[in-house]
Every structure is written in C-alpha cells, then in structure tokens.
C-alpha cells in the first residue's frame, strides 16, 4: 500500500512538472508606446499567445513620445509610435531602427453638448476652436457651418493630451497643414505647446474628460470614441467634401499616400472625393539587431503574422488594414531583423 502512495505521488509530481515547465520557458517581451493602436495590439496579443503559447507580450500604454524614449534607451524590446521618429532621435539610437507600420486610423474630433448634434467642421474651424479663437459654441463660424443646429451659448472646453503622443503628431501635423497661425504660433510633434484648454494623459483619458464634462471638445483615434459612445464631426477634406471618418474613409486616404523605402510618412489632409482629412498610420519600432537575437526571432514571427492574419482583425476596431502591396514590402522589411 505504501509502495503504491509513493508511486501515485510520483506520478503527481511528474504531471506537475509538465505544467509548470512550458511556464518558465515562456518567453516574455516587452514594449511600449502608443495608446492609438492599443485597441488592436491588445487583441494581436491575445490571438497570438494561441498561436504560440511560448511568448508573451507585455505592453505599456504610455504615449509614443515614451515609446521613442524607451526603444532609444533599449529598455524595452520594441516601441510603438504613430509619429515616425526624427532624424534626429534616429541619430541617437545605438543601431539602426526599422519602422513597420502596423495599421491606420482616425484622429476624430469629438464633443459634449446638449443632445450632441452631428456637427460638421473645417481645418481653419478646428485650429481656431484649438487655438482658443472661438470661445463660444454659438459663434458665428460654427452656424455658418451648421445650417439649422441648435448651438448652445456655452464656453468652449479643449481637452487635448499631456503627454508625448502619436495622436498629436498626426492632428497638429494636420493643423500645421491647414492653418498658418497654427503652423506659425504652435507648430507639430507629439508634445506641443498648447495655447488653451486641459490635458490628459492617453486617448482614454481625453476621451474621459470630454465625456465628463459638457461644452468640451477634444481629439481622439476613432476606436475611443466608439467605445465611450462619443460623437463626432464630419471633417472636410481637400477636395471640399464633409467626411465621416471610417475604415473606408482612412482607406481612401490611405492609398494616396507617398511611402518611402524608410516607411515614415505623413497621410494628413490628402487629395481624394471620400478621403478622411485627418487620419495616420501607426508603427512599430524594432532595431534592426535586436539586443535579444532569441527574442528577435520570436518577434519576427510575430509581425510575419500580424501582416497577415493579424490583419483581418483590424476592421471589427476600427483600424483600416495595410493594402496588399504596402503589406509585402513591409514583410520584406521584417525579413531583414536579424533576430
């Protein structure tokens, strides 16, 4: 009796091991940046780690001015950004730094007012609300452009990001295309100098404080809109045409727009009858020799998959995907991390 406890016991143990093995072998890798394409690099992940099972990915929210900094100082095994990365900050990194965009999307113009009517906007329209030119919801450029909308006699509240952002990059670049006082007075990048209004941290935290507070309109990628049920304006285009951002829309905008080998480019205030003015692509930041070659093999099948079935996935939130031949020349750029 006891010979067979002892055995049973064993065979536990053997059992036990078999689970906790395939754990601590589990490959963890770390990045950070972003918050515009966290909605689907969320999902990425949790689909992948069902394709194999042996890596994790752990990512960090923090903006994509953070995503620059930590892929800079090697802190984490890749960064993520929507605004491509200076000459400058290239300059600095201690390897070669490839850009592989991911996906694209629209920076939205969203709003809290009194029954939250469809508004439609200009570019010079949102620079000035920006700039803190029209300060009241009820000002006459505002009617012009809203024929029969109730405007409310409320104070305009500009919500707009705090930290380093991928979202600001795209909607200042926007603005600086747009509008000279804003191009002359504040200018783009990820961090600017805001002339008015409140800052928050991330797109769920513009999203939040324009939901929570009436009369204030802010910028955000289209998915947190959707997700906070957040209106938000039709944006003229280049051609004079009011826009309702979309896939379809971004889409649109997408394929007008020139891509170097290097892959940094700017898709804003495109030609185009159905194009979204104010839309970007979003990129991953991955050295050319990864510090980890373990980790930049693993890495490298990853992106192989997330530019193909990865996506597919894109659409259900709200990102428009890669268009087939931006897609291989991408794989093509993958295929030369030396991971």
């Known amino acids: 009796m006891k010979s067979k406890r002892t055995l049973i016991l064993a065979l536990l143990g053997l059992a036990l091991a078999a689970l906790v093995v395939p754990a601590q072998a589990q490959m963890l890798i770390n990045g950070a ?29 923090i903006g994509s001015g953070g995503g620059q900094k930590q892929i800079l100082s090697q802190t984490v095994d890749f960064g993520a950004s929507d605004g491509p990365m200076s000459d400058a900050n290239l300059a600095k990194a201690p390897g070669r730094i490839f850009h592989i965009p991911t996906v694209a999307g629209a920076v939205v113009i969203t ?7 469809q508004l439609k906007l200009d570019g010079p329209t949102i620079a000035d609300l920006f700039l803190g030119r029209i300060t009241r919801w009820n000002d ?3 009617a012009r452009l809203n024929p029969g909308v109730r405007l409310p006699n409320m104070d305009v509240i500009v919500a707009h990001r705090s930290d380093g952002s991928g979202t600001t990059f795209i909607f200042t670049d926007y603005l600086s295309n747009i509008s000279p006082a804003w191009k002359s007075e504040v200018g783009n990048g990820t961090s600017v100098q805001w002339p008015s209004g409140l800052g928050a941290k991330g797109n769920e935290g513009v999203a939040g ?7 204030t309109v802010g910028y ?5 809109a959707h997700q906070n049920q957040l209106p938000f304006a039709e944006v003229k285009n ?14 649109a905008a997408l394929a007008t727009a020139h891509i ?11 030609p185009g009858e ?31 998959w997330a530019m193909t079935e990865g996506q597919k996935m894109a659409p259900a939130l709200d990102y428009a995907p890669l268009p087939d031949n931006l897609r291989q020349r991408v794989l093509q750029r993958i295929a030369g991390i030396q991971g």
């Open 209 to 215: 404080q324009v939901k929570q507070l009436e009369g």
């Open 33 to 61: 940046g972003a918050t515009f394409p966290y909605p689907i690099y969320s999902k990425w992940f949790d689909e992948y780690a069902k394709v194999d099972p042996s890596v994790r990915f752990n990512y960090q929210s």
């Open 238 to 251: 280049l051609d004079g045409h009011f826009i309702t951002p979309s896939i379809e829309t971004v889409t």
């Open 220 to 224: 955000v990628e289209l998915a947190y």
């Open 140 to 142: 006459r450029r505002l």
């Open 111 to 117: 709003y809290n007012l009194p029954g939250n009517p």
């Open 260 to 270: 170097p080998d290097d892959f940094r480019f700017s898709m804003v205030n495109p």
């Open 274 to 304: 159905k194009a979204y003015p104010i839309a970007g692509a979003t990129w991953l930041l991955v050295y050319q020799k990864p510090m980890d070659p373990a980790k930049g093999k693993k890495l490298v099948e990853f992106l192989k």
